[in-house]
């Protein structure tokens, strides 16, 4: 549970992730290595349409969740 005002970018995860479909929730989770969180999955999304998810050889490039610290 969040106490504290999402961000603008937790926001707009949030409304991202609300109107994907369920095989597109799938698709996008797999992609964040199925790790259960939608802030994975919504970076994985923004990498992907800022650069297309590769490097500068053309190679897909592995999306490695952040540490997170559970309270």
């Known amino acids: 549970m969040i106490d504290r005002?999402?961000?603008?970018?937790e926001r707009a995860g949030m409304a991202?992730?609300?109107?994907l479909t369920e095989?597109?929730?799938q698709y996008w989770m797999r992609m964040?290595?199925?790790?259960?969180?939608v802030a994975d999955a919504w970076a994985v999304y923004k990498q992907?349409?800022?650069d297309?998810?590769?490097d500068e050889d053309g190679n897909l490039v592995p999306f490695v969740p952040a540490e997170r610290k559970l309270h």
């Open 5 to 9: 005002t999402p961000t603008d970018d």
């Open 16 to 19: 991202w992730w609300n109107v």
């Open 23 to 25: 095989p597109s929730r």
């Open 32 to 37: 964040a290595g199925n790790t259960g969180i």
């Open 48 to 50: 992907t349409m800022l």
């Open 52 to 54: 297309d998810g590769r």
